[in-house]
Each structure stands twice: as structure tokens, then as C-alpha cells.
DNA sequence: GCGATATGAATGAACG
DNA sequence: CGTTCATTCATATCGC
């Protein structure tokens, strides 16, 4: 993904004037948060309860839903899967043809036919190799964000069994690096 | 057609290197190729696998990329649907039909499951916390609207029983201290 | 030199 | 989850 220089701005501090905007953008602290989660924790799938959770967190840099950072990692796994999928080289047989209708171009005048129309007909290389053999989720139990005072706990009652050995305090100190994702990547 | 707070890109001090195109630009050919593809052989909905081949084809007209094809077509359809759009104010005069009365019975079938692929069904403020069975009963209710789910993700349809759900609890320690001022996330 | 337009690029939202 | 739609941002080009 290369984003250059593009980055919507929102406001600087409350936005949304309500009936004009209909869509949510993540303000600069919010899409440093999530990113840090994704790129640097390898966090991509988020149980709704950290959904809710990282939702909660955000809230304090800008108006934003639960249904957001839904499509905010649904949307980036698909367009990075998107992306490796189509910078993978396959062996095309080549049926494809282009030169159909070629206005006095060179030479070459042969209109086959496109197989369109067949979507994903030919598997030319059928090798899908989906290495999706993840065990997402394996990801020990990630630490978001301290509690700091929100009382997020209060009604979303995670069935803390309290069995687990980590959850009272050992609150481990993920220090995110201030890695701004957002100029890091050129083209 | 109104832009919001329309920011212009501010180099913070690093420049784009001249040179390096910045932004790709179909040559005559290429561009022949493609308007054939998707006008005269109605060619508008290219896989991946075939965006490659057609790239892979257009390369000897010019330096491309795969994403240079995938948006020229996106581009292309996007704006035609656009267009039509626009077009649909016709001031045709006269024959102002108002099929009011029409009891719309107002079912809000939607499914609202928002399991996000787990089995959780937690209801943060009560507000959604439906979870049936998969029996759905093929409701032809035309979508006026394509759903406005501008409340709370109340149709977020995931339905995504692939993860066979895990432990389904997963604490939310949160820590990740990130001093956010400064925030220095433009680019 | 600007303003309007065309279009490449990005991404939030939604569909199947 | 992969794909498609819709909206917006960003920029090159044209016209005045």
C-alpha cells in the first residue's frame, strides 16, 4: 500500500458534523493505535470483545464505533491478501488476448476471442496456496491498552474465570514504538 | 460535492524525489486495450488472476503495475455508475408518482447476528444480543435502502462460523502506553 | 497563474 | 473472506 502523501485530516479535535459526513475516518492518534496493533503486535483478528474494547480506547481520540475497527482489520487483511495475490507472478499460459481491434498498430491482427466471462475459469495455475494455515488468535493474550480509569470491564463481563495465570496485573509493558506507519512506506 | 476540510498535502520537509512518477498514466495503447476490453467486449469484472495476465500484456506498452489495472476498471465502473446516477434527476415533468400508502411493514429482517465469529453474544448496553439458529426464511424484502446501519453495528451480518470459535474469551489487559502528544502521524 | 475538470489512488462500507 | 460499491483525496491537464 502505498500511501504517499494522502491523509485526510480530520479536524483537530471533534468532528462529525452530524447529517453532512456520513463517513468514519480515523483520526491520526487512531490509526497510529490500530496500526501499531496490527503491524507491530501482529494483531489482525480481534474477538468483538476486543473489538468493543479497542473501540473504548479510541473513543478518547475521536467520535468512532465498534463496527469501525471491525472494517478497519477486516479491510486491511483483505487488501494486503489482495495485494500479495496480485504482485504473485503465475505462469500465465496466455489466452488471453489484447490485440483485438489493434488500429493500425504494428502488426499482429490475430482476435481471439478473451475468455471472459468465466470468472476464474482457468486456473492457469490453480495453485491457490492460501498459506492461511494460521493459528490466529494463538497470539497470547495480547496487551492493549492499561486500564487506566475506564471502568471497561463493567459491563462487558468477560467470564473472567480468574483461572488464568496472567490476567490480575501482569500487566505486560508493550511500549509501542512511536513507528509512524504512515510515512514509513514509499513507493 | 462539497469537501470538507480539504487538506493539501504539506511535505513536511520530505519532498518526493523528483523523477519517480508518481502517479501512473495509461500510454495510448495501453489505454486502447483497455477501453476494448470493457467497452466493446464487456469485459468489466476482472479477476485478480486476470488483471495479472492483462498487466503482464500491457507491460510492453509501458511500465504498469497490477493496481494500475485493478483501479483503472474500478475507476471506470465507478464513475459510469456515477454518471447514470446523476442523470436520474431528469426533470421529466409531470407524472409525479407517489406510491404512498404503501404500509411498508417495516421489517427489519435483517439479520443481526454480530457474532463476529464468536459465540459470544455480549450485549454492551443491550442493544443487540440476538442470536438464532441459522434458520433464515428467505425474506424478497427489496432493499430500498441499501441499510443505513448508522446506529451501532446492528447489521453487521459477519456470520463467520469458520473460526469454530476458541476459548471465545480473551482477556482485554490493556497496556500499550503511547504518549500521543506530539502525534506526529502525517506524512 | 487560477479554477474547473478528468482521472489515478485510497479506503470505509457492504455484499454474497 | 474475497470481491464490489461508494465516496473522497490528490494530481495532472486543460482553459481562461
Redesign the interface.
Known sequence: ME?????????GGNNQAAG???RWAPT??Q???LK??YYDKGFKY????????ICL?LKQ?GQI???NV?FWFQNLKARER??L??????P?G???D????S?G?TSNDRSID?N?GS??GY???GSIMEQRGEYH?EIE?L?????HGDD??G???????GG?G??GDS??????S?N?Y??ADM?
Do not use: A, W
Request: aromatic residues 10%; proline residues 7%.
Open positions: 500511501q504517499q502523501t494522502q491523509q485526510q485530516i480530520e479536524d453532512t459526513n456520513n491520526p492518534p490509526l497510529r493505535i501499531g496493533l480481534p474477538t468483538p470483545e476486543q473489538i468493543q474494547e480506547h481520540y464505533e465498534d463496527k471491525f489482495q495485494k495475490k496480485e504482485f504473485r507472478n503465475v500465465v496466455g489466452s488471453l489484447l490485440n483485438f481491434g488500429t498498430s478473451l471472459f470468472r476464474v486456473g492457469v495455475d488468535q493474550t496487551p492493549l491498552f492499561p486500564m471497561i470491564f459491563n462487558i463481563k468477560t467470564t473472567s474465570e488464568s496472567y490476567g500487566r505486560i509493558s508493550l511500549e509501542l512511536l509512524s504512515g510515512d513507493v
